[in-house]
């Protein structure tokens, strides 16, 4: 788990000049092949993201359509092997467990009886008889249940429970029986979600706490190169585990503020050194003599000059944060149960490999390994693009 | 230089105060109680009190808070509250597994990242660079938990060129046969990323004057990168290198669970499961001790090799 | 299997790859050195603490202590339920005084491992020593975990623990009433009131014997240093990693002699009638915590027991029979229901959950009937539990196979019951409190990715009847915390048997131990009622009848949802003779041999 995203991009990055920059980078980004190639997988996923937010795809990835961990068909390409029997095998000695506790010769288990007579059965029935005579306890619900009871209701959980559902699936089925194609869309919505905004958190958090230092300088700066140096010292693991312990709640909101809070220190440390070095150059300096308030200059002067490292800091970390949920999730602190993400997916399948069962990890593996490589691509471009040094050299 | 570096380590003082800090909110208004932990399955509000004076912890913060700043002083953290095991054992007899992994892994990592670098730097811009960036790129977004699970599977099961999982008492075995796939794994996780890194060192190097001079002189290709530009490029991967170590030590936990390995990763999951505050403390400091020697170490070697830089 | 240091081909072989990466060829400096020692390898999914008997608060290190200590008694290896046998007492207790005199007789010659504690000289145990390990129950600097199987009920005890607690010392050289050496050799214990389960006790590993000059010599690092009388020692310890037992020279020795008692008892006779244990030379433990690794080095052969686990699949077939490949590799399976049982409770002090008035009663029933343990079973444990059926699992006394639990899975009459109380459903299709206040479950769970899989069924079951659910993930020195302070709405926990009787389980839903074992903070006086008068009768129909009271009536307030006993799938290889589950015991290598024709 090194982490390899902070020290990746160029310590200095020579001064833009006015608004000709952004145009010029995209100039130069249009002639990188791969970058081309790269932003349009990348846009891809950005639609799959978008229309699944929006519920228009894998909003019922929650559903179970197939039988448990269904085989993957790959729509009839592959011939599905059927499940392993062992599983059906479990149903039966259950049902037989239950048979035998619970009703003696009687029916499935979830053969809806009258409670109170149950209860009379129990009392007087030949088998419980010495075992169960007679039984002071008082149900005081004895009266209500066999009121809902006598209007003869019938259910066969198993059976309806088993009715209508697949028994392959397109990318396979999980343990549940949910279609791996949905929930991967689902997962590739968290995942990249949560990758996105705790970048983007962590990048807001360290510019800011970086340009109020490298601008100001002296106590302020101080106080909170003080900060980033306690918290650079603290191992990533322990401050992680931390975090994640104040806050209790599971879910996306909660991955994204654990990477959030403890991922700014990098960004921090760059921009205070953009900060630094662009607080004694002349327009600035301009801008002071004007009476400029500190506000208007800390972020509307020196800001558009720097924002292109923060940009390619976004995009470096919301790699990282992509793989670190997956470590994340593993640990315990992944997203909330009704939510499904990249991580969650390898986590909940990564034993099922053994057995077999290899299409959740393949599926969620290579979402993720796709998404993550055609990112990258596109953040090498971008840099490459926005900075004007290696350009020179090819 | 040497006021330099004096007022380098009076800084690490308020530093060090504030991880103290740090920690100790962090694991008593947040942690889990200890005394719960300890106390099993049935237990009494008496034996609550009781372990709570047995372990101190029922002391006002200030007087906890100058006990563990002597500790930090005397460099004696006591015995871990779990397992009675004295603190100075548990870092000396985890620190050996977890180098054992990792300074392997750091030198061949390093060794092998700088020669393919160099080899890239070398045709830079060609297709054989494009490719290999790319194929690292698709390298290192692969999850490291799918790295684990596919290489324990073929290589240790499957093809039987690894045990499964162990650790032994003799360096020599650990090396050859336990450690080996860990490292095998670690290499695959971070080759790509270093190589990436460090061709951008190379190319940093290539632009510089003194290898226009060189080329001028007539020297080689071959030889401008594997002496000069290597020469040179080397500061900022030594100093990237000393600066990942501390975060490594903690950080191979994944690794250490799946392959049964003693290390430091696994010992501070265990101490925070446990609760084990003299586990997470000592660690937490000596890391944090560690990772600021190494950053005060890179910034010498970069004012060493080049007298420009200004130390402040 | 049997072996040791011997550096095998295989190794050699797998190497390869590797030698060619480091350029060294050394690997054929390991000369094989093999000695013919019986070694017995096999692995815990969980790190251990330390091995001081009344300070370990693990089931791993009791294990291991099972081992290296001894207790007054311990259980017959093949006796189902689990019957008592004496182990360093030469005979069962003499009980008498209506069940609150006990009086053990201790064999003579029983000495203690030479450590040099006792001047590297073996030393005999005595009476007095089982009276200073109870004492140590009790002394504050131990912070024992075990000291709530006997407070309050040994004469004298708790007044001594009391003064302990006043000082900060406690004084071990104080007599206490109820424990006396009436000579060397026999121990007398007292009781406060009648209780014909204290031999059980006394048979738990933290009861073990220590010697106190042990003690005294590693004063705070006990853990590290167990020197006890029983078949095996501590050999070698790299923490959470391997633990080494080796046969403990000084002990006394058995003979294997055991009677038949179920199915598939007379093989084992046939193979180890007669042997003079302990067989087993060595004993390895590899501690792997990922359940994947253990399972992939079974498979290696690099272990002779394991687990099944999750993969379950990969062992049995559609009809539950051993796969062609196991077979063919003479691979034994072993099954076993565990003596424990797993529950979902609800907190009877909450205001959302808790309380006696009949639509809490309902509202909790109706929870009860919708969580779907079939599907626990079959997807979660992989088909490897079955359900249980009181709060007292099967094999242990007092369950009764014939009782039939009132609140059975049934969705469909759980919503019938939520609309008969008016939880009526809101447009978001989930329910509100029936004076139109929101109804929201608050569940503490933990964080690992079973705990999840859980949590999903939860979840599922809970959408099905339309309740709202929420998981609040925590440690569990938090929830527990919580629990013990009835703060914690519905927790989800497991009870392994101390000892293999009822009354073990029926306390945990005791109103007087709210605060300390019950967690839901039940508080019927009905069910209190028929405890209080079950607790002072031996094992007899009487108490049968009352334990299934207690039962009906937990289930009648919805305390409980029952969960499951898990069932435990053991391969062992074909070379461990003499090997049969035991519901308590864990550490039963004693009673093992190894075929070294079979072994590899």
């Not at chain 1, 306890?137 to 088993?162: F, H, I, Q, Y």
Request: glycine share 8%; net charge neutral.
């Amino acid at each position: 788990m090194r982490q390899t995203h902070d020290s990746s991009v160029p310590e200095t990055i020579p001064e833009k000049s006015g608004n000709g920059f952004w145009a010029l980078a995209w100039l130069r980004f249009r002639d990188d092949r791969v970058g081309v190639v790269s932003i349009i997988f990348v846009a891809a996923f950005f639609i799959i993201v978008f229309l699944s937010a929006l519920g228009a795809v894998a909003s019922d990835w929650n559903k179970e359509v197939g039988i448990h961990d269904a085989p993957p068909d790959l729509w009839g390409l592959l011939t599905p092997v059927p499940p392993p029997e062992a599983m059906g095998n479990a149903a039966q000695r259950v049902a037989q467990t239950i048979k035998t506790a619970q009703h003696g010769e009687a029916l499935l288990p979830s053969t809806v009886v009258d409670p109170l007579a149950e209860t009379l059965a129990q009392l007087q029935g030949e088998r419980m008889e010495g075992a169960f005579p007679e039984s002071r306890v008082v149900d005081p619900l004895a009266e209500t249940l066999r009121e809902l009871g006598a209007e003869g209701m019938v259910l066969s959980a198993v059976e309806e429970k088993n009715a209508a559902k697949r028994t392959s699936l397109p990318f396979g089925g999980d343990r549940w029986g949910r279609d791996v194609l949905t929930k991967t869309i689902k997962g590739s919505q968290i995942s990249i979600t949560v990758g996105l905004s705790a970048a983007l958190l962590a990048t807001l958090l360290g510019t800011l706490l970086g340009a109020l230092a490298g601008y100001y300088g002296g106590r302020t700066d101080d106080v909170l190169n003080w900060a980033y140096s306690v918290f650079n010292a603290i191992p990533y693991l322990l401050l992680i585990l931390a975090v994640a312990a104040v806050l209790q709640q599971r879910g996306v909101m909660t991955v994204i503020l654990i990477l959030g809070l403890t991922g700014w220190t990098g960004v921090f440390r760059l921009i205070r050194a953009e900060y630094l070095k662009h607080r004694g150059r002349e327009y600035v300096q301009a801008a002071r003599a004007f009476g400029v308030p500190d506000r208007r200059i800390l972020f509307l002067h020196i800001l558009p000059n720097v924002s292109h490292v923060a940009l390619v800091k976004v995009s470096l970390l919301a790699v990282g944060f992509i793989k670190a949920e997956v470590i994340l999730s593993f640990l315990g602190f992944g997203v909330a149960v009704d939510e499904v993400s990249w991580g969650s997916m390898l986590n909940d399948a990564y034993q099922e490999l053994i057995l077999g069962r290899w299409w959740e990890l393949a599926a969620a593996g290579g979402a993720m390994a796709l998404f993550v490589t055609v990112f990258s691509l596109l953040t090498d471009a971008m840099r490459d693009a926005l900075d004007p040094k290696i350009r020179e050299t090819s | 230089m040497t006021a330099y570096i004096i007022r380098r380590l009076l800084q690490m003082i308020p530093t060090m105060l504030g991880v103290v800090l740090l920690l100790f909110v962090l694991f008593n208004w947040v942690g889990g109680d200890p005394a719960y932990i300890l106390a099993g399955k049935v237990f009494s509000e008496a034996q609550i009190a009781n372990i709570r004076y047995q372990l101190g912890i029922d002391r006002p913060a200030y007087v906890q808070i100058g006990i563990f700043l002597k500790q930090i002083i005397t460099a004696d953290f006591g015995a871990s509250w779990s397992t009675q095991e004295p603190v100075s054992d548990i870092l000396k007899t985890r620190l050996g597994p977890s180098l054992t992994v990792l300074l392997p892994l750091l030198v061949l990592g390093t060794l092998l990242a700088i020669a393919l670098s160099l080899v890239v730097a070398r045709f830079r811009r060609s297709l054989t660079d494009r490719m290999v960036m790319i194929a690292c790129t698709v390298g290192m977004s692969i999850s490291i938990l799918v790295y684990i699970i596919i290489f324990q599977y073929v290589f240790a099961y499957r093809l039987a060129w690894f045990p499964i999982q162990g650790w032994s008492d003799s360096l020599w075995t650990n090396l050859t046969t336990f450690a080996a796939l860990p490292i095998l794994i670690g290499l695959c996780v971070g080759l790509a990323p270093d190589l990436r890194l460090f061709r951008s060192f190379m190319l940093d190097e290539v632009e510089q004057d003194y290898v226009r001079t060189a080329r001028a002189k007539g020297l080689t290709e071959k030889r401008i990168l594997w002496i000069h530009v290597l020469r040179n490029a080397s500061i900022p991967i030594v100093t990237y290198v000393m600066a990942a170590l501390p975060g490594l030590l903690v950080g191979a936990l994944l690794i250490e669970r799946f392959f049964s390995i003693p290390g430091i990763g696994r010992e501070v999951l265990l101490a925070v499961e446990r609760s084990d505050f003299p586990v997470i403390k000592a660690i937490t400091v000596y890391v944090a001790i560690a990772t600021m020697f190494a950053n005060l170490a890179a910034d010498l070697i970069y004012k060493a090799v080049d007298p420009r830089v200004e130390l402040k | 299997m049997l072996r040791l240091d011997c550096m095998k081909k295989t190794v050699l072989r797998l190497r390869v790859l590797w030698i060619i990466l480091w350029g060294v060829l050394s690997c054929f400096s390991t000369v094989a050195v093999c000695a013919s020692v019986k070694t017995i390898r096999t692995t815990f999914p969980a790190a251990e603490t330390g091995f001081d008997p009344v300070r370990v608060t693990d089931v791993y290190s009791n294990t291991v202590n099972e081992a290296i200590f001894e207790r007054l008694l311990t259980y017959d290896y093949l006796a189902r339920p689990a019957r008592l046998t004496p182990m360093t007492a030469e005979a069962m207790p003499e009980i008498t005084d209506d069940g609150k005199t006990y009086t053990f007789k201790i064999r003579p010659g029983i000495r203690f491992y030479p450590d040099p504690a006792f001047g590297g000289k073996p030393r005999e145990l005595i009476a007095a020593d089982y009276i200073y390990s109870f004492k140590r129950m009790f002394d504050p600097a131990t912070r024992s975990q075990w000291t709530f199987m006997i407070e309050g009920k040994i004469i004298g005890l708790d007044a001594l623990a009391e003064a302990a607690q006043k000082t900060g010392a406690f004084d071990y050289d104080t007599d206490v009433e109820g424990l006396k050496a009436l000579d060397r050799y026999t121990l007398q214990i007292r009781l406060r009131e009648p209780d014909y389960n204290f031999s059980y006790i006394v048979a738990h590993t933290p009861f073990a014997a220590v010697a106190r000059e042990v003690v005294e010599k590693y004063g705070e690092n006990t853990m590290a240093h167990p020197v006890g009388t029983g078949p095996y020692i501590l050999k070698q310890w790299t923490r959470g990693t391997r633990i080494i037992l080796e046969k403990n020279p000084e002990y006394r020795g058995m003979v294997w002699d055991f009677a038949a008692n179920e199915e598939g008892d007379e093989e084992l006779i046939r193979t180890m009638q007669g042997k003079r244990l302990p067989l087993i030379d060595r004993v390895e433990i590899s501690i792997i915590e990922e359940e994947q690794s253990a399972w992939l080095a079974f498979k290696r052969n690099e272990l002779d027991f394991n687990g099944v686990g999750s993969f379950r699949a990969e062992v049995f077939d559609g009809k539950s029979e051993l796969k062609p490949e196991w077979r063919a590799q003479n691979v034994k399976a072993i099954r076993a229901i565990d003596p424990e049982l797993t529950y979902m409770f609800f907190n009877f002090r909450d205001p959302t959950v808790g309380g006696f008035e009949k639509e809490k009663l309902a509202l909790r029933r109706a929870i009860i009937m919708a969580y779907d343990r079939e599907e626990e079973i079959n997807v979660i444990r992989k088909g490897q539990a079955i359900l249980a059926t009181m709060p007292i699992p099967v094999g242990v006394v007092g369950h009764d196979s014939r009782y039939k639990p009132l609140n059975t899975y049934n969705p469909a009459l759980a919503n019938k019951l939520l609309d008969a109380f008016s939880f009526k459903k809101g447009k978001d299709g989930f329910r509100t409190m029936p004076d139109g206040s929101p109804l929201l479950l608050k569940y503490a769970s933990g964080t690992t990715t079973l705990e999840r899989q859980f949590n999903e069924l939860r979840k599922k079951s809970m959408d099905v009847i339309g309740v709202r659910i929420e998981f609040q993930p925590g440690k569990f020195a938090d929830h527990i915390k919580a629990a013990k302070a009835c703060q914690l709405q519905m927790w989800s926990s497991g009870w392994v048997a101390d000892y293999p009787d009822g009354d073990n389980f029926m306390q945990l839903l005791y109103g007087g131990n709210i605060g300390q074992s019950n967690n839901a903070c039940y508080n019927s006086k009905a069910f209190d009622a028929f405890y209080e008068a079950a607790r002072k009768l031996p094992d007899s129909p009487e108490r049968n009848h009352l334990f299934l009271e207690m039962t009906r009536q937990m289930e009648v307030d919805g305390a409980w949802a029952l969960g499951v006993s898990r069932e435990r799938n053991m391969l062992i290889r074909p070379w461990v003779l003499g090997f049969k589950k035991h519901p308590i015991l864990n550490a039963t290598w004693l009673y093992l041999d190894i075929d070294p024709e079979k072994a590899p």
